[in-house]
């Protein structure tokens, strides 16, 4: 009797999702539920988010957001502040690991075709979280205002201006006047610690909701559709449940952010966060290089017209993954790493991102002075 | 009567969406007008830049203004520094007898033509003249053709 209640009142407080019910059921253990949320890397990435968080608010005692100040504060952050260097390391690390684990937790949706009805939506969510990763990163580099700071928003500004009509009024509007400066400055800075993070914190949420919105419609997950045959014979009773059930996850998505706070920490005492000279107008370093995250888009430009590979090839490619939910219908292997029926579609996007990666190793290894091919192993002329 | 009350609230109801839609697209407007700045503190487009003298034969470089100075005997030109590619800073590059951009590769020759892209436009040549008092001044805002130059008397 007492333990009726207790499972209609935890039933309640878990909303009908269908997973969570059978946890109560007692019919799959609390262990295997964690196991169908496949790797973490979604409670990863919110975590990273917290750590970026945390680690830029105590950046945001000691920086100073202007042109004159910015690139010394940095230096103090970096070399008089107590321990002010592992902090910046920590959110540089962080945010880095941030974009690889959001591209992997990505693919793993793709390569289990879990974007499909009902969860669309969802998916488009992600991508617009992706951007907002992008443009997070992007706005971060400006801030310590140093030569990758400078140059990588004057490439970036003049990206802009090669739209047609737009392109001029746009990158006026971007930068706050017709150079780089206080304004742009002043405005990366806002956007980076104020607007993105509240747009990506709300994003974050609606992923989170529609999460257990769309276990609901869709009536299974991963864990149901391939059931152990023990799991469903209902051997966990539910005092065990209530003992260890959400303790038990809790625990291990726990010592999972653990272990990457201590690899993100160990990373930042090993190595620093690069940080070129000072801001220089005059002198642009050769080869200047964006960042490795869009090294990819560096690449591209070298190859012609700006607007063609900078903004018309990426936003198509962009829209056509927006897309790939409402063109794929198909139910079959909805929740199966890999499966047979989706051969083409796995190739295509393993083709897809393999090329990113090629891309981004091409920009950073083989590209010299004036972006010129350069083995690895083939020394630079000097100049 | 009902009919009546019934239609003056939804005449105040209609009045209260324009009121907020207003209020929110004017709102909305204003911030975005409000980013593009009317004043700006950048260095001004004319400026001047020393004697004849301070430039030797041949090519030089002035740092603060992203511009070259090419001197042929008593001819003076300026040319921009800013690749028309995405704004990286050229290099002259003597021995080449070319500017070359360090951040995709364009290469422009002595006139200011692409010689290589991805840049498609040239280097843009400023007008040069001279104060009254003998000062160089480079005007930005006005371009001339390679063929144009100032001739100075020394």
Request: charged fraction near 20%; glycine fraction near 8%.
């Amino acid at each position: 009797m007492q333990g009726k209640i207790m499972k209609s009142g935890l039933k309640d407080i878990l909303v009908h999702n269908p997973i969570r019910e059978s946890i109560v059921r007692a019919e799959i253990h609390p262990s295997e539920w964690i196991k169908s949320k496949v790797l973490g890397l979604g409670m990863l990435n919110a975590f990273l988010f917290i750590v970026l968080t945390l680690t830029g608010i105590l950046l945001m005692f000691y920086y100073v957001p202007g042109t004159e100040k910015a690139y010394r504060s940095v230096k103090d952050i970096e070399e008089v502040v107590s321990f002010g260097i592992i902090i910046r390391n920590m959110h540089r690390w962080s945010a880095e690991l941030m974009i690889v684990s959001v591209f992997l937790h990505f693919s793993r949706v793709f390569y289990m075709a879990e974007y499909r009805k009902p969860r669309e939506f969802n998916w488009v969510i992600g991508l617009l979280m992706f951007v907002c990763v992008l443009a997070m990163g992007d706005t971060g580099y400006l801030l310590p205002w140093d030569q990758k700071s400078y140059w990588g928003m004057t490439i970036m500004s003049n990206v802009i201006s090669s739209m047609p009509v737009v392109g001029d009024q746009l990158k006026y509007l971007v930068l706050g006047g017709t150079e780089v400066g206080q304004n742009v400055l002043s405005r990366a800075y806002n956007m980076h610690v104020k607007i993105l993070p509240l747009v990506l914190g709300i994003l974050i949420g609606i992923h989170f909701w529609r999460i257990r919105q769309d276990d609901r419609l869709a009536g299974s997950s991963p864990a149901e559709t391939t059931p152990s045959s023990e799991s469903s014979t209902g051997r966990y009773d539910v005092q065990t449940i209530q003992s260890i059930g959400w303790l038990d996850i809790s625990k291990r998505e726990l010592s999972k952010c653990l272990l990457v706070l201590a690899i993100v920490m160990g990373a930042s005492l090993l190595f620093n966060a690069p940080l070129e000279e000072i801001a220089t107008p005059s002198v642009t370093p050769n080869p200047a290089k964006a960042p490795w995250f869009f090294l990819e888009l560096q690449e591209m430009l070298s190859w012609g017209p700006t607007f063609f590979w900078a903004v018309v090839l990426p936003g198509l490619v962009f829209l056509f993954l927006l897309m790939i939910p409402y063109i794929d219908r198909g139910a079959i292997g909805t929740g199966v790493w890999f499966h047979p029926s989706r051969r083409v579609e796995n190739i295509l996007f393993t083709a897809f991102a393999v090329i990113l990666m090629g891309l981004i190793v091409v920009g950073k290894f083989m590209r010299g002075p004036a972006w010129v091919f350069y083995w690895p192993w083939e020394a630079w002329p000097i100049p | 009567m009902t009919g009546n009350t019934q239609s003056r609230r939804e005449f105040l109801g209609r009045c209260g969406w324009i009121a907020a839609a207003g209020a929110v697209g004017g709102l909305t407007i204003a911030s975005v007008r409000y980013m593009r700045p009317d004043v700006l503190y950048e260095p001004p487009k004319e400026y001047k830049i020393g004697t004849i003298d301070d430039y030797p034969e041949g090519v030089d470089f002035i740092s603060d203004k992203r511009i070259f100075i090419v001197r042929e005997q008593n001819s003076i030109r300026a040319l921009s520094g800013v690749c028309t590619h995405l704004g990286c800073t050229v290099q002259w590059i003597e021995e080449r007898n070319r500017w070359e951009c360090p951040c995709h590769g364009s290469v422009f020759n002595d006139k200011g033509a692409v010689d290589k892209g991805p840049a498609r436009n040239p280097l843009p040549w400023f007008d040069v003249n001279l104060t009254q008092d003998g000062i160089l001044l480079v005007d930005e805002r006005k371009i001339v053709s390679y063929t144009k130059s100032l001739t100075v008397k020394t």
